[in-house]
């Protein structure tokens, strides 16, 4: 049960009712339609970060799903692990991707999704200035505009990580029932 | 952009009045009320300064009028006081029930007499007990005594009937009453009951969608909205549907997006209903 009322396309407002025009738009945007003046803005930010780029869709679910496993939050978690399986993220990566009780570094071997992941973790999961170490490891793999949007995916993730938290929206019955098809539930 | 706003008010593109809802609680109940409004109910109410700042803002952006709605606006402490200052930026019609002024409440309206602005009070019938039964026991003497207390003092006075239906012969003795009140022609509105707020919950008024309602930019404490008819009240609940922005200061948020939700309508779809 959220917390908030989620505006369902009966109630929502003007500038809103475009995102509702096929259908549930999902939680994020049924919340921020309680102030409509925020969604063009808001979701075009999100879109742009979290949307194509010029980074593969697969690097950007490792940052997503992995950012949202160390903020333990459960909706971006369920709906990203859904995500990243259909952009050809495997089972166990999934999995292990999901896990914060256990280390990811056997099921991700190649130096630069490590890295990577090193970093997510590093931002993601850790209070005040980022190791140097981290860094040096991430920034011998990745070109500085990388560095940049890839960082930026983080934060972007955190915040919505932190949004759906606080706000406790639901995930969707079709995620659940995919998760468990797939025993990630 | 804000030029572009002063434009569409200009060019009739955006109509050029600015409604402030002062607040949603009223000492009546009517059975038709948008606002599901009645003593009790949830102020929502805006100060006196911002209500003014409202209509300064208005003026900056190229509006032309403020109309004052509530609940019973005069209900507020001072909103006569109030009236007047945003009458002294612009034109304003502020809504009133007409039954609450006698003593201190009707000599302070001294302040409004020879000011821009005209009290629009309601009147459903010219049967008491017609009207009463929609507006509560007393209601036509109330008015039927406060109107000439209010021409008297050289107060415009606006006469809003409110009707699901009107025979002829009914308008014809309404139109010879607010006559002889010292009410014009000009100044007598009918319009339809609107099935919103508490008459959805009834069962009773015409349905009117956005694009049946003028555009006219309404500030509430809740946010702005498309039209008065907008940030209607149904089981407690403010209606999301016609909202158009959350922030109302700057006035240019919401006047700009109301700007941009209107462009493209076709002309002239707002006055099928006679929604005013």
Redesign the interface.
């Known amino acids: 049960m959220s917390r908030v009322e989620l505006l369902g396309a009966d109630d929502a407002p003007l500038v809103a009712r475009r995102y509702y025009d096929e259908g549930d738009p999902g939680p994020i945007v049924a919340a921020l339609a309680q102030v409509p003046e925020m969604l063009d803005s808001t979701l075009a930010f999100i879109g742009a970060v979290l949307g194509p780029s010029s980074i593969d869709g697969r690097t950007k679910e490792l940052v997503i799903l992995r950012t949202s496993a160390v903020s333990l939050c459960r909706y971006c978690v369920d709906s990203h692990s859904v995500v990243a399986l259909d952009t050809g993220v495997v089972h166990d990566e999934v999995a292990a991707l999901r896990n914060v009780e256990a280390a990811w570094t056997a099921t991700f071997a190649d130096p630069r999704e490590a890295a990577l992941l090193g970093w997510v973790d590093a931002v993601a999961g850790g209070r005040g200035p980022v190791s140097d170490e981290s860094s040096a490891r991430f920034k011998a793999e990745f070109a500085d505009h990388e560095v940049v949007e890839l960082t930026l995916l983080i934060a972007a993730t955190l915040m919505l990580n932190r949004f759906c938290t606080a706000l406790d929206l639901p995930t969707a019955t079709a995620v659940l029932d995919r998760l468990r098809r797939e025993r990630l539930a | 952009m804000t030029v572009a706003v002063a434009a569409a008010v200009a060019d009739g593109v955006l109509p050029g009045r600015v409604w402030i809802y002062s607040n949603y609680h009223c000492n009546l109940a009517c059975s038709y009320c948008l606002t599901d409004s009645a003593p009790g109910v949830a102020k929502r109410a805006l100060t006196a300064d911002r209500m003014v700042r409202v209509a300064e803002q208005a003026a900056e952006l190229g509006f032309d009028a403020i109309g004052v709605t509530g609940g019973e606006p005069f209900l507020a402490p001072g909103m006569a006081g109030t009236l007047a200052r945003i009458a002294d930026i612009l034109p304003t019609i502020a809504l009133t029930n007409g039954t609450l002024f006698s003593g201190a409440r009707l000599a302070a309206l001294d302040a409004l007499a020879g000011r821009d602005i005209a009290l629009q009070i309601s009147l459903d019938a010219a049967d008491p007990d017609v009207n009463d039964e929609a507006r509560g026991a007393e209601n036509f003497a109330q008015v039927i005594d406060a109107i000439p207390k209010l021409v008297e003092r050289g107060i415009r006075v606006r006469l809003a009937t409110t009707v699901g239906d009107v025979a002829p012969h009914d308008a014809a003795r309404l139109c010879a009453l607010h006559r002889e009140l010292g009410v014009a022609d000009e100044d007598h509105v009918v319009r339809p009951i609107v099935h919103r707020g508490r008459a959805a919950e009834r069962a009773i008024g015409v349905h009117a969608t956005?694009d049946d309602l003028p555009a006219e930019l309404t500030v509430t404490a809740d946010g702005a909205y498309?039209s008065p008819f907008g940030p209607t009240v149904r089981d407690g609940r403010v209606?999301?549907?016609?909202?158009?922005?959350?922030?109302t200061d700057p006035l240019a948020?919401?006047a700009e997006?109301l700007l941009?939700?209107v462009e493209g309508r076709p002309p002239g779809t707002d006055t099928t209903l006679n929604i005013r």
């Open positions: 956005r498309w209606d999301t549907d016609l909202l158009i922005s959350r922030t948020v919401p997006l941009r939700a």
